[in-house]
């Protein structure tokens, strides 16, 4: 079970994101994502979610997919075509290293 899990997962996992400089993103997302995601990766939009503590593999998987047009989005889309692979690597760097904690609300 554990190995077919492990099996399971090792493909989605994208090399470059792993090797992606947080200290790099962070200027890039103040520039570029932070009007929407927030600097800290907590959506300042109502409509954008939050990135903080997303797991790089996940947001890196997404940003490749807007600039490929596998996933389509207005304002999503146009942001990820002036994207390198680095430029999406050192995103997904930078909101995974961001530390979230989450608070279940407790029985009333
Ligand atoms: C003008 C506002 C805006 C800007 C600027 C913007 N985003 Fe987004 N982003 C959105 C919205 C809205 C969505 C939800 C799109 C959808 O429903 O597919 C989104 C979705 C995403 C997702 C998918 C998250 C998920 O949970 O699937 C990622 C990753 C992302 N943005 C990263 C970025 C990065 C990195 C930048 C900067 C390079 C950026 N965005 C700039 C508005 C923005």
Do not use: F
């Amino acid at each position: 079970m554990l190995v077919l899990a492990g099996a399971g997962v090792a493909p989605a996992q994208e090399p470059a994101a792993s090797s992606g400089d947080p200290r790099a993103g962070r200027r890039l997302a103040g520039a570029q994502c932070a009007a929407c995601h927030g600097n800290d990766g907590i959506a300042v939009l109502p409509e954008a979610p939050n990135l903080a503590g997303q797991k790089a593999g996940y947001t890196a998987a997404q940003l490749q997919h807007y600039r490929s047009g596998e996933r389509k989005h207005e304002l999503m889309t146009v942001v990820s075509q002036a994207l390198t692979d680095a430029h999406i690597a050192d995103l997904a760097a930078w909101y995974e290293a961001i530390e979230v904690q989450a608070t279940v609300p407790g029985r009333r």
